[in-house]
């Protein structure tokens, strides 16, 4: 026999597949920190991926190596010349070999087709040929990095940078270098060189914006310059096709060297995804220098003071032989996951440097293994956040967790994860992007200051952040990811007040299909399912509830479970049920009476059915990001139709009041009709046995 509450449940599902459209399909953005076979890449010529190391070229005279990334990407608007705009970054190397002339360089471009059709190599770069150039039927742009001066393409040295449209023969090009922040402008006297062929690892940004193409680049590591290297207005709409595929090309000659790129980013969505690169522990491509010995200045010395000489050689000889003898031990001991994670190990002296000793005036937090500090860790200056945690309260089963999950995933909604440090004596460390705006849980609870208090738009704006990662989570990585743990004191906010997603110590990744072999009863007290409670058994679901508990605690400025007061959960129901929903938000935002009353309805019914205690019944994320992303007005030609009449009700704020009557019910199902079909009332009551979730 069908229940209310089963009727109920049918007639939201079908609501929420049909509110709200698909996310764009223009949207396109990923981050490479390393490659492997999952970064899909399309590759050509000689180019290999090995070691999470994307090679374009080797010691072969007279080849070339492409790479582009799998799919085509969407570069103008649906039957229009208008071009999007587009953010990339990536780190490169130019690895010389020893006494061997080093060329030709590499080009960062937009395709219409992949292969190697048209491209020829030496000083070509493989992106054209000789009888190509210049013709307006390639369709292609790219940005180079040159070492080789060709007077066919008025190069203006052998170390330069150029903007190409259709041709080799730069529409603008530069010096390579870029002028410090705290210069003049563009004043050519303070512009600072950068030597394209020493091995050294460079960062590059290209941004093209309103028909503005702008390229800077800098030492890896460093923060991006405020001055561009080069500006440049030029509308691509005439080069670009609809869709185009983006990469890397490079070639050899007579002259060889490797082309190597370490890390990528690219997206038309989010311009400050670059700064989602990792930047420190990669491998130096720098060839050793000559032994000194060679000198002249170093004989005279040997002349004036040997004996000095000879001791300090010596001592230094000593510390160098300590020094592998320890880092041989090192490797000797280093487990498979540090191996499989190097981009992301950091250097215990980096992070003691930059948390000044671990000085407790830095402390900015403190969790169940530990504290965390704020540090600026160097080269660049980068605000982060350091977690020291201990081997205790399965402190390494966290680490591990954080490591394995959050260091490989990346998204605008996730909290950065910039790199770990394991130590000895059981200290793990893992170091985060810094969130200038701290946690959402203590700008809902803790905003004595009512400037600081978060207002009913910027909750939900907030809510549909946090929803997209969780998505990103479950569906958008190649496999799904459970966090087990989503609540307000897990959400950081950044610079711009955007929410993200942290703290993945409770997370676990399986395949998608598989279904998650733990039992371990894991979570905080009032956000775990009732499933969860019962067997320990997680799922996509059981994170679906604890969201729903985190929509309802951020509207209503009330956390889950309070002593002296009913359950939240059961205590928004009643109050739907009395008709007065929309009266749970929170009564300092109530007070200020800036909320849109049908759109707080909408969010907290979305919240109940979240947090419905049988698994099956409750939406998948992207059902829930459908719904908080708007409204979906319903035409007059519809309102025949009894689906498109129920999402016109609930749009309305209707649909709640008379669902009940049309199904012959005299009053809305209670609670405890709820509690009955999963014995839910089971995660009320097991605070005493679970301390602080864990």
């Not at 001991?333 to 499989?340: G, Q, R």
């Not at 609930?650 to 012959?664: D, I, L, R, T, V």
Request: aromatic residues 10%.
């Amino acid at each position: 026999m069908e229940t209310p509450s089963s009727k109920l449940i049918s007639f939201l599902l079908i609501l929420l597949t049909l509110l709200l459209p698909l996310p764009s399909a223009l949207a396109l953005d990923f981050v490479f920190n390393g490659f492997n076979e999952s970064s899909k890449l399309l590759l050509f010529g000689n180019a290999t991926v090995d070691s999470r190391i994307l090679t374009l070229t080797n010691d072969t005279h007279f080849s070339i190596g492409r790479a582009l990334f799998h799919l085509k990407v969407p570069t103008k608007r649906p039957n229009s010349s208008f071009v999007l705009p587009f953010s990339t970054s990536f780190i490169f190397t130019m690895a010389p070999y020893k006494n061997v002339l080093p060329g030709h360089g590499l080009v960062f471009i937009f395709v219409p087709s992949t292969g190697l059709d048209g491209a020829v190599a030496v000083q070509h770069l493989g992106f054209l040929n000789r009888t190509n150039e210049g013709s307006v039927d390639n369709h292609v742009f790219g940005v180079e990095f040159d070492v080789f001066k060709n007077e066919e393409f008025n190069d203006i040295n052998d170390n330069h940078v150029g903007i190409d449209v259709n041709a080799l023969k730069s529409k603008k090009d530069h010096e390579a270098g870029y002028w410090p922040d705290d210069s003049d402008g563009r004043n050519e006297t303070l512009f600072k060189t950068l030597n394209l062929n020493s091995g050294e690892n460079y960062q590059v940004w290209i941004d093209y914006n309103d028909s503005l193409i702008s390229v800077s680049m800098v030492l890896a590591g460093m923060k991006r310059p405020r001055f561009s290297l080069l500006n440049f207005t030029y509308n691509l709409s005439e080069v670009f096709e609809d869709e185009m595929y983006i990469g890397f090309t490079s070639s050899t000659g007579q002259l060889v060297q490797s082309h190597k790129i370490l890390a990528w980013s690219f997206s038309n969505t989010n311009f400050s995804l670059g700064e989602s690169l990792i930047t420190t522990s990669l491998p130096s491509f720098v060839l050793p220098k000559d032994p000194i010995f060679k000198s002249k200045g170093f004989i005279l010395g040997i002349t004036a003071g040997g004996f000095l000489a000879i001791v300090v050689f010596a001592v230094l000889a000593m510390c160098l032989i300590k020094k592998q003898r320890r880092r041989a031990r090192e490797r000797a001991e280093m487990e498979d996951w540090e191996l499989e994670y190097w981009p992301h190990r950091i250097t215990y002296h980096e992070i003691e440097n930059a948390t000044k000793g671990f000085d407790e005036a830095n402390v900015i937090g403190i969790g169940g293994n530990g504290k965390v500090y704020k540090g600026i860790l160097s080269p660049g200056k980068v605000e982060v956040a350091v977690k020291r945690m201990s081997h205790e309260n399965d402190g390494l089963r966290e680490f591990l967790a954080e490591v394995s999950s959050l260091g490989r995933l990346k998204h605008r909604n996730l909290v950065g994860l910039r790199g770990w440090c394991k130590r000895e004596r059981g200290v793990f460390m893992l170091v985060y992007d810094y969130m200038e705006n701290g946690s959402l849980d203590k700008r809902v609870f803790e905003g004595d200051d009512e400037s600081k208090l978060l207002g009913c738009e910027d909750r939900i704006r907030i809510l549909k952040d946090v929803a997209s990662g969780v998505l990103y989570l479950h569906e958008g990585w190649e496999s799904k990811v459970l966090h087990r743990d989503i609540k307000a004191s897990n959400v950081l906010l950044d610079k711009e007040m955007n929410g993200r997603l942290g703290d993945f110590g409770l997370a676990r990744m399986h395949g998608h299909g598989q279904v998650p072999s733990t039992t371990r009863v894991v979570g905080t007290v009032g956000y775990m399912a009732p499933e969860v409670v019962k067997n320990g058994r997680a799922s996509t679901q059981t994170d679906v509830f604890c969201f729903g508990v985190l929509i309802l605690e951020v509207m209503c400025g009330r956390r889950p479970i309070e002593d002296g007061k009913v359950a939240l959960v059961e205590w928004v129901w009643n109050m739907m049920a009395q008709g007065e929903l929309w009266t749970c938000l929170d009564e300092r935002l109530r007070a200020k009476g800036e909320f849109d009353q049908e759109e707080v309805e909408r969010v907290l019914q979305l919240g109940l059915l979240c947090a419905y205690p049988e698994p099956t019944s409750r939406p998948t994320m992207r059902d829930v990001v459908k719904l908080l992303e708007g409204k979906n007005e319903v035409n007059d030609a519809e309102t025949e139709d009894m689906d498109a009449y129920l999402i016109k009700k609930m749009q309305k704020g209707e649909f709640w009041n008379e669902f009940p009557q049309s199904f012959g019910i005299g009053s809305h199902p209670t609670f405890e009709d709820m509690k009955d079909s999963l014995s839910y009332s089971m995660s009320l009551s097991w605070s005493n046995t679970i301390a602080d979730g864990r």
